[in-house]
């Protein structure tokens, strides 16, 4: 694994069982993310791009071969290792934003600063200078039932980068989103690549991500079909 | 944000159940300050009337008078034990009493009964329930006349009355029989018949003449304290200041047995209702956190999805439940303080159902139920429910942080 490896997947596998169907979520799976990349995952439901993203983030564990993220094969790690790895160096984008509804637009980007016992003062630098960059200047105060679709996924967003995370795993990120909400995050997260080299692992399904996206990795039932770099 | 703001706010989610499940506790409250209060207030007044029957809330008495009360055994030093023990904080006051069996006989008829010898000028109604129960005449005026306090029923039954004469027999140190004539001063009526039916009060100079005992003997020494619930250390000390091997110092629960046995039944019976009604309040709580808990499996998988570790989680869940807690016990405050002020100041009377005579073990039992709250039963209460609505919280919150990320998240 070469330095600027952040995610590799050595013949990665997830089997479970669903009633009395063996279902093969990822098959095998094999591939690297580098620093700095802007990849998605793509594929029809059922093809195991969600799951990828699981094993990597260390949400779940692979039933075989390895999934290493930084170098640390997360399969051998305790839940609190785990835990503490996800809180400072996985930031995730879920589909339906997942914020937490007590909390304003602030709190919710400043959740993980606050696991992470950032000092306060530097917690709000550096909370207000990411809403800044995701273009929530002035909403901060606004609890996520008070802002629009796209608004609450800039949050997630901010929240995700907030702790300059190794990797973000954003998973259909535009999904519940109207197409100009859409196309505005995705270049906001294409900046955020582009600007501050944070690396963006996307399941998506939506060709605007992958029009954008510099490498796609084509899944079909937990295997992989393709993997294409753009140039 | 702070843990505990989070699991603040988190509460008020929905309202209602949070204001239910607040009341809930608060009712808890009620209950226990009304079960316990009544219970203190009742359990006290029996103790403190039952001392002024006759032995105290700690008696000094020869060895074995106990077990075979016998007028033979008698204490030689009454005065100066009396001394010491005044001297003694926490002692209200100590008073030599002569206690023992006679035939009780008018022209008419005769009666089994019993009698105490008391010195009127040291006693009270504070400090003698058959002085204070007075309904005719008055006590006797010296300790060496021959006046006589009789029972209401002891009168009827021997059918006298104020100014008329009875004999009273009984035996000496000697175990020789004596008599002696006494005029009747006042009749008593304290409420329980078996009492009034058989006591008469006596002036201990001239019972000490006719038993033929010292000037300063009595059987015992009977000692009212200030506070009954001290009774096992007031006791002790006592027993280390008197320091005799001749003497027993024991207190109500040793003399009294037939009361402390009915109270202790009684706390018993009472702690199993309390524990119940707090069963019930815990099972409403545990249902209100474990839904609580179950309606946000998703984001509870988002949070840790983000980072934050399950015993953050758990104590995030243990946090709403101390939260409950707090809000319970002020509500319970709120509506038990009035509560309290009135049956503490009023109390409600039930003699219309029960009657005058209503004793347990020959004590009377106060009809009039009050309320009344030690500091020790408040900080119980208040500590008791707190503990118990934490503990309710422990199990959702340990399952909160116990289901596996990926599963939460795709609760919906």
């Known amino acids: ?231 | 944000m702070k843990l505990g703001k989070m699991a603040w706010r988190n509460l008020w989610r929905r309202k209602r159940r949070t204001y239910i499940t607040a009341l809930s506790i608060g009712f808890g409250v009620l209950l226990s300050v009304t079960f316990t209060g009544v219970a203190d207030d009742s359990y006290t007044k029996m103790i403190n009337t039952s001392a002024t029957m006759g032995l105290g809330h700690v008696t000094i008495e020869p060895g074995g008078y106990n077990e075979t009360p016998s007028l033979d055994k008698r204490l030689a030093n009454a005065s100066s034990i009396r001394d010491v023990l005044l001297s003694m904080a926490g002692v209200n006051n100590a008073l030599a009493r002569i206690m023992g069996q006679a035939m009780i006989a008018s022209a008419n008829k005769s009666i089994g009964g019993a009698f105490i010898a008391v010195d009127p000028v040291e006693e009270s109604g504070g400090l003698n329930l058959f002085i204070r129960s007075i309904v005719q005449g008055q006590v006797f005026s010296g300790s060496d006349g021959q006046g006589v306090l009789v029972g209401a029923r002891v009168a009827k039954k021997l059918n006298i009355g104020i100014g008329k004469k009875l004999v009273y027999t009984t035996t000496d140190v000697n175990g020789e029989i004596v008599s002696e004539i006494a005029r009747v001063t006042g009749i008593f009526e304290t409420g329980v018949s078996e009492v009034d039916g058989s006591m008469i009060l006596l002036p201990i100079d001239r019972v000490r003449k006719i038993l033929g005992y010292g000037p300063q003997d009595a059987t015992l020494i009977s000692i009212v304290i200030t506070d009954q619930r001290r009774v096992a250390s007031m006791r002790d000390q006592i027993r280390s200041r008197i320091d005799d091997p001749d003497l027993e110092v024991l207190s109500w629960r040793e003399t009294q047995s037939d009361l402390a046995s009915i109270i202790t039944l009684d706390k018993a019976g009472n702690r199993i209702i309390q524990l119940l009604i707090s069963l019930l309040i815990a099972a409403g709580i545990l249902n209100t956190l474990l839904m609580s808990v179950m309606e946000r499996t998703r984001e509870f998988g988002v949070m840790m999805a983000v980072g934050m570790s399950p015993s953050t989680l758990f104590r995030l869940v243990i946090m709403e439940s101390i939260w409950f807690a707090v809000l319970g016990l002020i509500l319970g405050i709120i509506i038990t303080t009035p509560w309290y002020i009135f049956m503490h100041n009023h109390g409600i009377d039930f003699s219309g159902m029960v009657g005058n005579d209503y004793s347990a073990s020959g004590v009377l039992i106060d009809p009039l139920v009050k309320i009344t709250m030690y500091k020790e039963s408040v900080t119980g209460i208040l500590t008791g429910l707190f503990t118990l609505t934490m503990l309710s919280g422990i199990y959702p919150a340990w399952r909160a942080g116990h289901v596996p990320p990926v599963e939460s998240l795709k609760e919906l």
């Open chain 1, 1 to 231: 694994m070469d330095d600027q490896s952040i995610v590799r997947l050595e013949d990665a596998s997830k089997y479970y069982r669903q009633g009395e169907v063996d279902v093969r979520a990822v098959d095998g799976l094999s591939f690297e993310i580098h620093k700095g990349d802007f990849t998605a995952l793509c594929g029809p439901s059922g093809s195991g791009k969600t799951t990828v993203l699981n094993l990597i983030g260390g949400l779940d564990v692979p039933t075989g071969g390895r999934v290493y993220l930084e170098g640390q094969d997360i399969g051998l790690l305790s839940r609190s290792k785990i835990s503490a790895i996800r809180r400072d160096r996985i930031g995730f984008v879920f589909q339906a934003y997942n914020l937490i509804p007590v909390m304003t637009a602030y709190e919710n980007a400043a959740f993980v600063l606050t696991l992470q016992c950032v000092p306060e003062r530097e917690c709000r630098e550096r909370v207000m200078s990411v809403l800044r960059d995701v273009g929530l200047d002035g909403l901060e105060h606004r609890r996520p039932d008070e802002m629009s679709g796209g608004q609450q996924q800039r949050v997630a967003i901010a929240r995700a980068i907030v702790t300059r995370p190794a990797i973000v795993l954003a998973d259909e990120p535009t999904a519940n989103v109207d197409s100009a909400n859409a196309d505005s995050l995705l270049r906001l997260m294409e900046r955020l690549n582009h600007e501050s080299a944070i690396t963006f692992l996307f399941s998506t399904h939506d060709q605007r991500v992958m029009d954008r996206a510099h490498r796609i990795i084509r899944l079909h039932d937990g295997k992989m079909e393709s993997d294409e770099v753009l140039t």
